[in-house]
Each structure stands twice: as C-alpha cells, then as structure tokens.
C-alpha cells in the first residue's frame, strides 16, 4: 500500500508541475504537449483518431474537444486518409512542431528538477525496468481482454 500510495501522490505531484511549467513558458498543457508527443513520434506525424484516443486514454469525443484546441491554434491538422477516406487523421503541422521543440528542452529541464535529480541513477534503472514490466503486463492483459479489436476510423 505505501509504494501504491507514494506512486499516486509522485505522480499527481508530478503532473500538476509540469503542467504550471509547461502553460507558463508555452501556453501549453500537459494533455495538448503529450498529444505533440505522439503525432511528433509516428510516421508522417499522423495518427488514426482512434489509434490517438487510444494513446491518450481518451474517448473520442474527449480526443475531439482536446484537439479543436490545438486545431484552432495552428499546431494540429486534421486530414482524411489518403489510404481510406473514411479514416480523419491528426497532423502535426509545421506550427505545432516548431511548438513542441521549443517546449522539449524545458520539459525535459522540469521532469529532471522534480523527479529525476532526487533519485539515484541505479534507482532511476531499476525504476524504469520496473514500471517498464508493470506497462508491459498491463499491456499484454488489455490485449487478452480485446482480442483482434481494431479502431473503425
């Protein structure tokens, strides 16, 4: 129970300074910098609405209220797919990874500050093996439970 604990409160702790940082220097929230993330990480810088929901955790009308956001702003586009026209695709735009590399290094700066530099560097790889094996049987189990389960679009 305690690591349980300590786990939920580092990480809500966690979270609620990266996202003060992030809106502060970049009128960025965590929500909007992790869907930068994503689209910046995968081919083309396009992803599936619903392959992008599924990242986030997100339904899909919770993916289209979050994205109008970073449409309106410029850094997001949305396009049908050229391979099916019934598949909307989010762009990353020139815009929005311009946005992102300017808000990277001092992410990166932030998650250093308040989590990384109180730990020890074999506590940080014995860490990330851990929570690795937790994502991974997480991973493995959701899978089990959706066999076969495709997005639609």
Do not use: K
């Not at 929230?29 to 990480?41: I, M, N, P």
């Not at 001092?106 to 014995?126: I, K, P």
């Amino acid at each position: 129970m305690r690591a349980w604990r300590n786990l939920v409160e580092v990480l809500d702790d966690l979270q609620g300074d990266l996202e003060r940082e992030l809106t502060a220097a970049h009128q960025l929230g965590l929500g909007d910098y992790q869907v930068l993330v994503f689209l910046s990480e995968a081919p083309d810088h396009a992803m599936r609405m619903c392959d992008l929901a599924g990242r986030l955790h997100l339904s899909p009308s919770g993916l289209t209220r979050r994205l109008d956001g970073l449409v309106r702003s410029g850094l997001v586009e949305r396009r049908p797919s050229a391979d099916d026209r019934r598949v909307i695709l989010a762009v990353l735009s020139d815009v929005g990874a311009r946005r992102l590399a300017a808000a990277a290094p001092d992410h990166v700066e932030h998650v250093r500050r308040y989590f990384l530099d109180h730990l020890g560097r074999a506590d940080v790889e014995r860490l990330g093996t851990i929570l690795e094996r937790a994502r991974r049987a997480r991973s493995a189990s959701a899978a089990a439970n959706c066999p076969g389960s495709t997005c639609p679009g």
